[in-house]
């Protein structure tokens, strides 16, 4: 491939524009670090009806677009193995310069710092992290061997013997602890308390919580000298999960998983409020295991599902001629608290997702809106109470 320094500098001055850099020693970073040659096998360009076109020698144009690149479907598949279109869902990537570049502003690094990434994927973030604080105090953990051992060529063939750890990062990896950062650049459904553990008092964790595939934040937060973290959701934020917390999707038939309720109401808020992101992030908050479904019956008509199948719960909603109907089912009446989140959202005047507060123990996830007492749920330990 051609040199493409001037693609980098045009990068970084893209992402300058953007607002997302502005720390001289990150511009050097983007300027230095060569994200082409993290695309090793090559990527996968989407292409309509959800469609993945696979490219095993991307030039500058697609290296330096402004994109998330896939590199991995369904776990396995990469670009050289395959040479027609082809279908699968996303299991690895290099996460598009402006998010990865905007996190790494958040994280408030100093000379000398040591920084836990979780999440290495194709280890150009990675490398951006190595550029900055030196290859001794970058440790990056990734659940897929065979994604950690291209990454960890790729950091070798640039220049970077860091430490690229193939293993689960929901453990943190306690052996290189304590850090003074813990990036993850993949989504959770809460913070493990693991991380928090592995972090010096005065560290941050930067993590972007949730498990819907938008409705999520990024939490940042700092840890105390008591062991507890406690911070806010600074942006909207959106990630592949956590492949151990990957939700089953919901399928089958749908009318046999409802087909027996206990109650049925007319909805006072319509179920479609949560394709919107903040009445959605409330939604995982007031039922944090909960799944957002959209179906259709034969005839066109619209139906919305919520599922909590480890409570062994659901809501249908039936659109009407007035509205939408509500059917619960289950130990939890699903809609019934998610409803009273999003009533007293409105009532409070909707206030952005960066209104959210969170604190994080050993015990338990406490997230809140100040001055709003009903706006505040506790999550326990293992299983969401
Ligand atoms: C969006 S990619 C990371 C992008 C990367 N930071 C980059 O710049 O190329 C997310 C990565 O997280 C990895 N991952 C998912 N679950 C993980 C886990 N539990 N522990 C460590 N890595 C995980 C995936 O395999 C995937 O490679």
Redesign the pocket.
């Known amino acids: 491939m051609t040199d493409t320094t001037p693609h980098r500098r045009a990068l970084a001055d893209r992402l300058a524009k953007a607002g997302v850099l502005s720390d001289p020693a990150w511009r050097a970073a983007v300027e230095a670090v060569p994200r082409e040659r ?1 695309l090793h096998p090559g990527v996968f360009l989407p292409e309509d009806g959800g469609r993945w076109r696979p490219v095993t020698a991307p030039d500058a144009e697609i290296a330096y677009s402004d994109e ?1 690149l896939t590199t ?1 479907l369904d776990g396995h598949l990469t670009a050289d193995r395959s040479t027609d279109l082809v279908t699968g869902s996303p ?5 598009t310069p402006v998010t ?1 570049v905007g996190m790494l502003e958040h994280l408030d690094v100093r000379d000398g710092h040591s920084v836990l ?10 490398a951006l992290l190595c550029h900055r604080l030196g290859e001794d105090n970058v440790t990056t ?4 061997p065979g ?1 950690a051992r291209r ?1 960890d060529d790729a950091l070798e063939a640039v220049g970077f013997s860091t430490w690229t750890v193939t ?4 453990l943190g990896y306690p052996h290189r602890a304590p850090y003074d950062r813990v990036i993850a ?2 989504a959770v459904r809460r913070i493990p308390y693991a991380w928090v553990r592995q972090t010096r008092p005065g560290g941050v964790v930067l993590a972007t919580v949730g498990s819907w595939g938008y409705g999520t934040g990024l939490a940042k937060v700092t840890v105390g000298e008591d062991g507890t973290a406690a911070g806010r959701i600074v942006e909207r934020s959106s ?7 990957a939700a089953v999707p919901v399928s089958g038939d749908l009318s046999a998983r409802t087909a027996y309720a206990d109650s049925e109401r007319a909805a006072e808020l319509p179920p479609t409020l949560l394709a919107e992101w903040m009445p959605a992030f409330l939604a995982q908050l007031a039922a944090p295991d909960a799944q957002f479904v959209h179906a259709m019956t034969s005839d066109g008509a619209q139906l919305r599902y919520l599922f909590a199948p480890e409570r062994e719960s659901f809501a249908e909603f039936t659109a009407t001629d007035d509205g939408w109907t509500v059917r619960q089912g289950g130990p939890v009446a699903l809609w019934d608290d998610i409803e009273r989140t999003l009533l007293a959202w409105k009532a409070a005047g909707s206030p952005d997702i960066t209104a959210v507060r969170l604190r994080i123990t050993r015990e338990a996830h406490h997230y809140w809106i100040d001055g709003e007492p009903a706006l505040n749920w506790q999550h326990g330990p293992g299983r969401v109470s």
């Open positions: 993290f998330s991995q299991t690895s990537s290099s996460t990865v990434e979780i999440g290495t994927g194709t280890g150009y973030s990675a953990v990734e659940v897929d994604v990454a293993g689960d990062g929901l650049t993949c990630f592949m999960q956590a492949r151990a917390e």
